[in-house]
């Protein structure tokens, strides 16, 4: 079966650095999306990975390694806004997304 | 990025009567769209994928009868839900893929919050 896993929660401090694992068996592969839920609200796209390697945007990084079936999502200089839930999600064979449960990510002051 | 939007942003019904929601790609042509369903603090729930000019495709459990899916154009789709019930109340996104948007990726629309009474 297909399957993403990534931690439920997650606490960090205001101005530190965080990351988000994200592990993945899927059937095929065409690409590592990470989303932003604000509760409420429906996901913003963050990042994509088809390539092994990092991906820097911003304070947010996204890593990929296919061989392994991983990913990370880097947070850096966290903000308080930055508190939301983290999706990662992964196109397989027939470009439709698999969707992990999400991180809920918490920043204390 | 490309735009989607949804309407309504909210709705309360009651009991028994159908919604509407509507799906837009604003300024893109969307080839094939996505209706989920999210329940509070759980992950997003596909409940089918809908290619202009034709029908739907339902996830397993999702009754087709009762969640209608149109795509009748390349910037519109909708999804009814009839016959309403309160165990129907959820967040509903539907997200789009298409021509100016690339193989590969989705984007979402704002969602539409139901609340059945």
């Known amino acids: 079966g297909q399957n993403i896993d990534q931690p439920t929660e997650m606490t960090a401090t205001e101005g530190a650095i965080v990351q988000i694992n994200c592990t993945y068996q899927?059937?095929?592969?065409?690409?590592l999306f990470w989303y932003q839920q604000h509760a409420g609200e429906a996901p913003t796209f963050l990042s994509y990975?088809?390539l092994d390697g990092l991906e820097e945007k911003g304070r947010f990084s996204s890593f990929l390694s296919r061989s392994k079936g991983y990913s990370y999502l880097l947070l850096k200089e966290l903000q308080m806004k930055d508190s939301a839930s983290y999706l990662c999600?992964?196109?397989?064979?027939?470009?439709?997304?698999?969707w992990g449960a999400g991180t809920k990510l918490i920043i204390k002051p | 990025g490309a735009v989607v939007s949804q309407h309504p942003s909210r709705v309360i019904c009651k009991s028994g009567t159908s919604v509407k929601i509507e799906c837009r790609s604003l300024d893109f042509q969307a080839t094939t769209m996505f209706w989920y369903r999210q329940f509070p603090k759980k992950s997003l729930m596909l409940m089918a994928t809908s290619n202009e000019g034709s029908k739907a495709t339902y996830e397993q459990g999702v009754e087709k009868d009762k969640f209608l899916i149109n795509h009748a154009s390349l910037t519109l789709s909708t999804l009814t839900v009839t016959s309403a019930h309160p165990e129907d109340s959820s967040f509903y996104i539907c997200?789009?893929?298409?021509?100016?948007?690339?193989?590969?990726?989705?984007?979402f629309g704002p969602g539409t919050r139901l609340t059945v009474t």
């Open positions: 990975n088809v």
């Open positions: 899927t059937s095929g592969f065409n690409g």
């Open positions: 997200s789009a893929r298409g021509l100016a948007g690339g193989d590969y990726e989705q984007y």
């Open positions: 999600a992964v196109s397989d064979s027939n470009y439709q997304l698999i």
